[in-house]
T-cell receptor
Framework: RKEVEQDPGPFNVPEGATVAFNCTYSNSASQSFFWYRQDCRKEPKLLMSVYSSGNEDGRFTAQLNRASQYISLLIRDSKLSDSATYLCVVTPWDGTASKLTFGTGTRLQVTL | DTGVSQDPRHKITKRGQNVTFRCDPISEHNHLYWYRQTLGQGPEFLTYFQNEAQLEKSRLLSDRFSAERPKGSFSTLEIQRTEQGDSAMYLC????????????FGPGTRLTVL
């Protein structure tokens, strides 16, 4: 079983739609959680951190459920520019440095 | 541009050849990471440096792979006797010691082994 599991998609949605991605992780010792965005043939870029209390950044909302080991990302009012692969990332914490563990990514295609 | 830089951006080589990639982290980032990403997968951790010390290596890093960071600044990743399965994007990232889970990625080196 992979440490971080995501539905690879693709999710094809019309502009203006709301879309949600989910991710599950297997290591209960995971400490930090993130969503990264990766455009085609580009490097991953941090989209947002994920906290148990939930956090929102404009049209993006991330949520963490530690009991279920589940992370979500909600995108409201989708834009064409949101088309990308969204990577769910978890890290253990050993007090020194963090090795990012990525899911396979969920591909989003926003259409007119 | 003060981001992470990698060189070359693309490398095509024949099976059996050796290749070397370079990564220049963001200045003052003393933590440096190498990841590998194959098509349809997320990046996978390969190795990590704190200053010049290589502190962790993944099982993915076979003995054909070696990474160095001799002066604690730039790093090199060498692959000896390349195989077709080594074809991937090799990504470098760096971070500050105070926030090692916030890593900034370079544009990657795309390796194709023929």
């Amino acid at each position: 079983r992979k440490e971080v599991e995501q539905d690879p998609g693709p999710f094809n949605v019309p502009e203006g739609a709301t879309v949600a991605f989910n991710c599950t992780y297997s290591n209960s010792a995971s400490q930090s959680f993130f969503w990264y965005r990766q455009d085609c043939r580009k490097e991953p870029k941090l989209l947002m951190s994920v906290y148990s209390s939930g956090n929102e950044d404009g049209r993006f909302t991330a949520q963490l459920n530690r009991a279920s080991q589940y992370i979500s990302l909600l995108i409201r009012d989708s834009k064409l520019s949101d088309s990308a692969t969204y990577l769910c990332v978890v890290t253990p914490w050993d007090g020194t440095a963090s090795k990012l563990t990525f899911g396979t990514g969920t591909r989003l295609q926003v259409t007119l | 541009d003060t981001g992470v830089s990698q060189d070359p951006r693309h490398k095509i080589t024949k099976r059996g050849q050796n290749v070397t990639f370079r990564c220049d982290p963001i200045s003052e980032h003393n933590h440096l990471y190498w990841y590998r990403q194959t098509l349809g997968q997320g990046p996978e951790f390969l190795t990590y440096f704190q200053n010049e010390a290589q502190l962790e290596k993944s099982r993915l890093l076979s003995d054909r792979f070696s990474a160095e960071r001799p002066k604690g600044s730039f790093s090199t990743l060498e692959i000896q006797r390349t195989e077709q399965g080594d074809s991937a994007m090799y990504l470098c990232a760096s971070s500050l010691p105070s926030s090692t889970d916030t890593q900034y990625f370079g544009p990657g080196t795309r390796l194709t082994v023929l």
